[in-house]
């Protein structure tokens, strides 16, 4: 297994738009493990979607670790097809964006389809931190992050702010 490099703001690779998982073979099971093993070597993240380690696919991988009881979830080419009319503000992070965190809103359960890894397909209502979660990942897969939800000026600020922690720890990239 390898720990992948995670692409940080403003790094244009992380607006770009994934495309769908075809083949369910054995480069795809490597890169889901790949992936479990980059997002748990981050300490404190619960989510990791592709394009994060510049790989232009639609994979997630999921582990709320609740209650410091794993229960990884693959999704591979993830689709919401209902979101709630209710909503909800959370405060949210992202392994691309350190140090950061803002309110956004999004909608209280989604309704999703996916496959995991070996090409089962699943459908399921998810709500709570997994309907924050999945909401943010697939946003990643279509280029989109969670600091694009907030305002123009707020987005700015977090923008410099992560600039600036690069720049001290003489992180020019
Ligand atoms: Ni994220």
Redesign the pocket.
């Known amino acids: 297994m390898t720990i992948l490099k995670i692409l940080t703001i403003p790094d244009p690779r992380l607006k770009h738009k994934s495309s769908d998982i075809e083949v369910f073979n054995k480069e795809l099971k490597k890169t889901v493990k790949d992936m479990y093993e980059t997002l748990y070597a981050s300490g404190n993240g619960i989510?990791l979607?592709a394009p994060?380690v510049d790989i232009r696919k639609r994979i997630v991988v999921i582990d709320l670790n609740e209650d410091g009881k794993s229960s990884p979830i693959t999704f591979i080419n993830p689709k919401i097809i209902k979101f709630s009319d209710e909503k909800f503000i959370n405060q949210e992070g992202?392994?691309?964006v350190p140090e950061y965190y803002a309110d956004v809103e999004r909608a209280k359960e989604v309704e999703v389809e996916w496959f995991n890894d070996s090409g089962v397909k699943f459908k399921k209502k998810l709500s709570g931190l997994l309907s924050i979660c999945i909401q943010?990942?697939i946003d990643?897969l279509d280029g989109v992050?969670?600091i694009d939800h907030l305002s123009t000026l707020k987005r700015k600020m977090a923008i410099q702010k992560i600039k600036k922690t690069k720049k001290n720890i003489g992180n020019n990239e």
């Open positions: 989510g979607a994060q992202c392994l691309s943010h990942e990643h992050l969670f």
